[in-house]
């Protein structure tokens, strides 16, 4: 089994800035990236930020410049994070947390999902 436990977010005007965090723990034996998502009221969910395991770093279009993802195995987790910076309204969405990963047990890889966290940005 693999935990994916997200923390952060919350209400902020825009311009202000916000951190996420999301703890990925359990039989990992392989993690190939991890990931940050979200989902705005009506609209499909996106790809906001991907690092993979060797350190790339992959950021949709709207977020370049004002957005960092990091990740961090700190023995225990495998954590990952979202710096949010200079925030607009239209940031405002569940955010996500995923996993690609494989675990003890298993022959291939799958891709596990937090539970989400809300971010709101007012004008």
């Known amino acids: 089994q693999v935990q994916l436990v997200e923390s952060g977010g919350g209400a902020v005007q825009a311009g202000g800035s916000l951190s996420l965090s999301c703890a990925a723990s359990?039989?990992?034996?392989?993690?190939?990236?991890m990931a940050w998502y979200r989902q705005a009221p009506g609209k499909q969910r996106e790809l906001v930020a991907l690092?993979?395991?060797?350190?790339?770093?992959?950021?949709m279009d709207s977020v370049k410049g004002r957005f960092t993802v990091s990740m961090e195995n700190t023995g225990a987790e495998n954590m990952l994070y979202l710096q949010m910076n200079s925030l607009k309204p239209e940031d405002t969405a569940v955010y996500y947390c995923?996993?690609?990963?494989?675990?003890?047990?298993?022959?291939?890889?799958?891709?596990?999902w937090g539970q989400g966290t809300q971010v709101t940005v007012s004008s």
């Open positions: 995923t996993a690609d990963l494989r675990l003890v047990g298993q022959f291939v890889s799958n891709v596990y």
């Open positions: 359990g039989n990992i034996v392989v993690l190939n990236n």
């Open positions: 690092e993979t395991i060797d350190g790339r770093r992959k950021y």
